[in-house]
């Protein structure tokens, strides 16, 4: 019998890589687009504060999608606090962080659930 995803990770981790796609493209647009050097002096250093944000956001990402293939709670709960981290790391953004974090921790509780409860 095949064994279901996870649902609560699978959702986390699209989540997860929508946003950093979009933050990629958000960023590299906001450095790219500055004409004058102020500007673009500017950017440079959003670019340089919002960045451990983003690799943060990345091995958060990894891990999620360990624990969701590989069905190990360990790491789906290494995904789950690198979303704590990453939101910690860019409180401005908290809210494109959020939904990721919550549904790693359920998705963590039910991947728990089902390793200490033996199937037939």
Do not use: D
Request: aromatic share 12%; net charge positive.
């Amino acid at each position: 019998m095949k064994k279901k995803l996870n649902v609560p990770l699978l959702i986390s981790l699209l989540v997860g890589i929508a946003y950093l796609v979009y933050s990629i493209v958000y960023w590299s647009g906001a450095v790219g687009g500055s004409s004058t050097g102020t500007a673009a002096a500017g950017a440079a250093i959003a670019s340089m504060l919002v960045m451990p944000h983003l690799v943060c956001l990345v091995v958060a990402i990894v891990f999620n999608a360990l624990g969701l293939f590989m069905r190990k709670a360990a790491f789906a709960l290494v995904g789950a606090i690198l979303y704590a981290v990453t939101l910690v790391l860019f409180i401005p953004y908290f809210m494109f962080v959020i939904v990721e974090m919550i549904l790693s921790f359920v998705g963590f509780a039910q991947l728990k659930k089902a390793v200490s409860t033996p199937s037939a």
